[in-house]
């Protein structure tokens, strides 16, 4: 179990904008198959929100991630470095993001990089991004290239 942390008031704000922008995304969650809505919102370094809802497709492994859509709308605007992540569903218990998305993730997080988990009931789990991709495959490793 990972401790919490307390937040302070800016940012409880910056939190509160990830939420809204991830729950609107959820909205638009194209989920026929699993009927699993997921929203995904990061913040960036200069302080603007991308988010993303995962996209399935009838050919099933076609699917991808609410994260790695946030990140594709990040990237396409420039954007490389994000400060804050948080993801939203439906769901018994806060949604952690896939194996995958935790390497997405960290391609542009550090270590520390706090990420925010919720179900839409309201339970919360956050922890940072070492904690949950711990040992990751980073640049370092690519030294010797
Ligand atoms: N999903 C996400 O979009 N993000 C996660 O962090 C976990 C899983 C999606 C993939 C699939 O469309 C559905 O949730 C069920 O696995």
């Known amino acids: 179990m990972v401790a919490p942390t307390l937040i302070n008031q800016s940012e409880m704000e910056s939190l509160m904008?990830?939420?809204?922008?991830?729950?609107?995304?959820?909205?638009n969650a194209h989920a026929p198959y699993s009927n699993?809505?997921?929203?995904?919102?990061?913040?960036?370094?200069?302080g603007e929100i991308f988010a993303g809802c995962n996209v399935e497709n009838v050919a099933y492994p076609e699917g991808t991630c609410a994260e790695a859509g946030a990140i594709a709308a990040m990237v396409m605007a420039g954007?490389?470095?994000?400060?804050?992540?948080?993801?939203i569903a439906d769901a018994p218990l806060p949604v952690t993001p896939c194996g995958g998305c935790?390497?997405?993730?960290?391609?542009?997080?550090?270590p520390e990089t706090r990420v925010?988990?919720?179900?839409?009931?309201?339970?919360?789990?956050?922890?940072?991004?070492?904690?949950?991709?711990?040992?990751?495959?980073?640049?370092?490793?690519?030294?010797?290239?």
């Open 36 to 46: 699993f809505k997921v929203g995904a919102a990061v913040k960036t370094a200069s």
């Open 102 to 110: 935790r390497q997405k993730l960290r391609e542009f997080c550090g």
């Open 79 to 87: 954007q490389r470095e994000i400060t804050e992540a948080l993801v």
């Open 17 to 27: 904008s990830l939420l809204d922008a991830a729950k609107r995304a959820r909205e």
């Open 116 to 145: 925010t988990m919720l179900t839409t009931g309201g339970a919360e789990q956050v922890m940072t991004m070492a904690e949950l991709l711990p040992g990751a495959f980073t640049n370092a490793h690519l030294e010797n290239t």
